[in-house]
């Protein structure tokens, strides 16, 4: 019996490492298109922009959740006097999260 119950566990494992490792991807790739729709938003085009949404993936590892990516990408907008409610740059957040998540199962596995 104790063999089953350790292949089930393995199981649960690797799914739960499967599933965080596709859940910090879906995130990091969310910010990734953010990053390019804010710099779009700034006026920041070409290598500059990625470079900037590379800032924006950084940004996520400050604190847990999505509260150091939104100050940041807030702050910024807010130096280049970019109008844009809080409401209206957490909606496009989750707007492409939602993107994210849809190109990430449509992506064939690496």
Same mark, same amino acid.
């Given at each position: 019996? +104790?063999?089953?119950?350790?292949?089930?566990? &393995? $199981?649960?494992?690797?799914?739960?490492?499967? /599933?965080?490792?596709?859940?910090?991807?879906?995130?990091?790739?969310?910010?990734? @298109?953010? $990053?390019?729709?804010?710099? =779009?938003?700034? $006026?920041?085009?070409? #290598?500059?922009?990625?470079?900037?949404?590379?800032?924006?993936? =950084? +940004?996520?590892?400050?604190? =847990?959740? /999505?509260?150091? !990516?939104?100050?940041? !990408?807030? &702050?910024?907008?807010?130096?280049? $006097?970019?109008? @844009?409610? /809080?409401?209206?740059?957490?909606?496009?957040?989750?707007?492409?999260?939602?993107?994210?998540?849809?190109?990430?199962?449509?992506? #064939? #596995?690496?």
């Amino acid at each position: 019996m +104790s063999g089953s119950f350790e292949k089930r566990e &393995r $199981g649960f494992e690797t799914k739960w490492a499967h /599933d965080e490792e596709l859940r910090f991807k879906v995130f990091a790739r969310r910010n990734k @298109l953010l $990053g390019l729709w804010a710099a =779009a938003e700034m $006026g920041v085009s070409g #290598p500059a922009a990625d470079s900037y949404a590379k800032e924006v993936i =950084a +940004s996520d590892f400050e604190k =847990a959740g /999505d509260e150091d !990516v939104f100050e940041k !990408v807030r &702050r910024d907008f807010d130096a280049k $006097g970019v109008t @844009l409610s /809080d409401h209206m740059l957490r909606r496009k957040m989750e707007e492409l999260l939602e993107t994210a998540k849809q190109q990430a199962q449509t992506e #064939p #596995p690496k």
